[in-house]
């Protein structure tokens, strides 16, 4: 090894140091780059007229969504001077903290979650409903539905039986109970587990639950191999009940309360659009989730009226306090911003 | 066949070309056997209904997905963002780890008092960090490149200790019988001993990089094949879902292919590679 070749060799490592040096100026070059890149984008405020003013809206990738994407591809938000990047994330607890980091300007958040945040201070307002439930039980998009065998054929005999919930302390939590014991069940009988929503048919195949209280598009997938509906808790708690919001920070209301009045509104639009043109609606699914477009045509949508119920979100909210699902309901002045559009 | 080869060496002739077509021909059968059996048993297991059909989808319809998934613009974005974040972990790992694995390598007294402090962080499993790297990172390229370099830095900082601190004594001390300076030694004696090490440390960060990158998306939601599998997920997809599993394999798969190559390249003069003198 000593004798002989020490040229290659020294040659050789001199490229391998020459090819670390240049991989480091690179990822160095690579890392403050991005780092740039997103500094750009996130800023979102202060824009003059006419200047389009970037924001990021954080989403879920399910159907209630799809009139975001509607909008966006009828130009409503570039008329209203915006231009939208649609961020999917996993979880709403994800959103919130993006939201609260700085990461996002606007976000797709639960009632209940977002009711949750405010009570424990966390600078968020809701700007407008982003979707409801059903008028009528046979077209509720999130059920409590149970397998071909199941011995279950009532909500009376949900007593006592375990429902599978995507998240624990959620919305899940306070519609089942609520809706439960509107029925006459008593809801301290039933026990709750937590099980993702994709996950859910195959935990009630393999007998793991009784029950599941499964959205789009498990609903239709699980129906269509004989399972049965056995109760439709929002719908049960009352016609076009409260469900999701779109949300901002009160920083983004302080720095650029002009972007926000232009997103409601363009919002606002895109609901009003997508209600009226279904078909629309369920042909932008595909794109921003991976359900084709046969699925997305079969599913049960979520209702998207534009006004914010305030007496129901105010019933929701005691609904989740009674629930303990959160500490205390936070008035409605300090949940939703004087600017949306409620009845 | 093997003693007509032994004989023509043994003859003097040397034939190491198709020597080597031989070996590598029979080599090549087995793995691809054992792929085709994993593969006809998936089919087997769905069809038969062992698994049922609405857990995991025939192994026909996944690879049919997969094929029409490589046609698919989004799904070359996100190999691209995949591959961004990964290149960017295993670069950052290297940066930092080879210098610092060769400084306290060479030094008895700093890998006594890095010792401990290496052995803490070390387990600390990167996803235990994700919360801490969305809050600092939010949940985008940096996030994942955070959690992918802080993975990939240990394997690559240990594996250059290591070589550092294999290097023959007898070497060193020739060298410095020679009169060889510091850098010189390092150049001429430590860093060609070390440099097998450095290079198995970089094939295995860069596996550990591209785990941490698709888990990073797959949980966090940055842009990629993770967040893909998840999206596809999210929708009840399992076709899809499961061909961007497949893929996601592939892509580890020509990685390794890759830092293989590029390791036998750069080791071509190691005694290691060398093929057995007759």
């Known amino acids: 090894m000593m004798c002989g070749g020490l040229d290659a060799r020294a040659r050789w490592r ?61 130009g409503f938000f570039k008329e209203e001077g915006l231009e939208i990047e649609a961020v999917p994330a996993q979880s709403g607890n994800e959103l919130v903290t993006a939201m609260v980091s700085g990461d996002l300007q606007f976000a797709f958040l639960g009632f209940v979650p977002m009711m949750a945040a405010v009570s424990k201070g966390l600078p968020l307002k809701v700007i407008a409903s982003s979707d409801t439930g059903a008028e009528k039980a046979e077209d509720e998009w999130t059920v409590i539905i149970v397998g071909k065998d199941s011995p279950i054929r009532d909500v009376k005999d949900l007593a006592g039986k375990t429902i599978a919930v995507n998240a624990l302390k959620g919305v899940g939590e306070v519609a089942i109970k609520a809706a439960l014991e509107k029925r006459g069940v008593d809801p301290n009988s039933i026990k709750l587990l937590e099980v993702p929503f994709p996950e859910m048919p195959a ?29 439709a808790p929002l719908t049960t708690l009352g016609p076009r009940y409260p469900n999701g919001t779109y949300s901002t920070t009160e920083k983004q209301l302080a720095s650029d309360e002009e972007s926000v009045a232009g997103f409601t509104r363009a919002i606002n639009k895109s609901m009003e659009y997508a209600s009226e043109h279904p078909k629309e609606a369920r042909a932008t699914i595909p794109t921003f989730s991976k359900i084709p477009q046969e699925v997305a045509d079969k599913i049960r949508l ?31 002045e300090d949940l939703i911003w004087e600017g949306a559009t409620k009845n | 066949m093997a003693t007509s080869a032994g004989a023509e060496i043994s003859a003097g002739r040397r034939a190491p070309g198709w020597h080597r077509r031989v070996r590598d021909g029979s080599a090549l059968l087995a793995p691809v056997a054992a792929v085709l059996v994993v593969l006809g048993l998936w089919e087997l297991v769905v069809r038969a209904g062992v698994i049922s059909e609405t857990n995991i989808p025939p192994m026909t319809a996944t690879v049919g997905e997969l094929f029409s998934q490589l046609g698919e613009g989004d799904f070359w974005t996100a190999v691209g963002r995949t591959l961004e974040g990964w290149a960017l972990g295993l670069g950052i790992a290297m940066v930092l780890g080879i210098p610092l694995g060769m400084l306290i390598g060479s030094s008895r007294w700093l890998f006594r008092a890095f010792r401990v402090p290496i052995e803490f962080l070390r387990p600390i499993p990167s996803v235990a960090l994700i919360p801490l790297a969305v809050l600092i990172y939010g949940t985008g390229l940096e996030s994942k ?8 830095f240990w394997p690559m900082l240990i594996q250059t200790i290591y070589g550092v601190q294999d290097v023959d004594p007898v070497a060193t001390d020739t060298a410095k019988s020679f009169g ?11 860093l060609p001993s070390a440099v097998p090490y ?16 698709v888990t990073a998306e ?7 094949l ?26 580890g798969y020509v990685l390794n292919l890759v830092t293989s190559a590029a390791e036998r390249r750069v080791l071509r003069w190691h005694p290691s590679q060398r093929e057995v003198a007759a």
């Open chain 1, 14 to 74: 001199r490229l391998m140091s020459v090819l670390v040096a240049a991989l480091g100026v690179a990822a160095l070059l690579a890392v403050a780059a991005c780092g740039d890149d997103d500094d750009a984008g996130s800023s979102g405020g202060g824009s003059a007229a006419g200047e389009v003013t970037k924001v990021k809206v954080g989403v879920l990738p399910i159907s209630n969504v799809a009139p975001l994407y509607v909008g966006m591809k009828k």
């Open chain 1, 203 to 231: 935990a009630l195949q393999k007998k793991r639950v009784d029950a599941i209280w499964a959205p789009e598009p498990f609903l239709t997938s699980v129906l269509g191999e004989g399972g049965r509906e056995i109760e």
């Open chain 1, 302 to 332: 979520p209702l998207w009226p534009v006004p914010i119920d305030t007496a129901k979100v105010q019933e929701l909210g005691n609904y989740a306090v009674k629930y303990k699902v959160i500490e205390k309901a936070p008035a409605m």
């Open chain 2, 145 to 152: 490149v955070f959690l992918a370099a802080f993975a990939s």
């Open chain 2, 180 to 190: 060889l300076s510091r850098l010189a030694r390092v150049r001429h004696i430590t």
């Open chain 2, 198 to 213: 450095i290079a198995t440390g970089v094939r295995i960060s860069s596996a550990v990089s591209l785990i941490l990158v």
């Open chain 2, 218 to 224: 797959l949980v966090i939601g940055a842009a990629g």
């Open chain 2, 226 to 251: 993770g967040r893909e599998i998840n999206t596809a997920r999210s929708g009840g997809n399992l076709e899809v879902m499961y061909a961007l599993i497949l893929a996601t394999g592939l892509l």
